[in-house]
């Protein structure tokens, strides 16, 4: 099934005015869904990492803070709340793009439908950077 899906891909596809694609474009066409789909997976592997990254780290400072009994165990019980209850799907994605200079650089990605919890994601990123 798969070798047959790929075979339909294939093939040249007929624009609107009836001309067939030549097979300089189909090559074209192949890489460009090609790229796409890969983009999309490092999106998706970005996101993945921050959502595993930032339950390590509440995960990690809420044991810590049950075992030690410090003042701030209620904060750790939110932060990780809030990281368990996103999920990977509620962590913001970052588009890369390619500066002059060949370097990536990551444009976060807001995402409208959920609520503001950049404050408290900052505290648990910084605690990962310190």
């Known amino acids: 099934d798969q070798c047959r899906k790929c075979w339909r891909k294939a093939r040249p596809q007929v624009a609107s005015d009836g001309t067939h694609e030549t ?11 090609t790229n796409e789909r890969l983009r999309i997976a490092r ?6 990492t921050k959502f595993e990254t930032r339950r390590k780290v509440t995960s990690a ?9 410090k003042d701030d ?11 368990e209850t ?7 994605s970052d588009e890369s793009e390619t500066e002059d200079y060949g370097l990536p650089v990551f ?8 609520a503001d919890f950049s404050h408290e994601l900052k505290i648990i990123d910084e ?3 310190a």
């Open 107 to 114: 444009r976060l990605k807001t995402m409208p439908w959920r």
């Open 73 to 83: 165990l209620p904060v750790w019980v939110y932060l990780n709340s809030i990281v």
């Open 43 to 48: 999106v998706l592997s970005r996101r993945t």
């Open 127 to 129: 605690q990962r950077l």
């Open 23 to 33: 097979m300089q474009q189909v090559g074209d066409r192949l890489v460009d869904h």
């Open 61 to 69: 400072l809420l044991s810590d803070r049950k075992a030690s009994r």
């Open 86 to 92: 996103l999920d990977k799907d509620g962590m913001s």
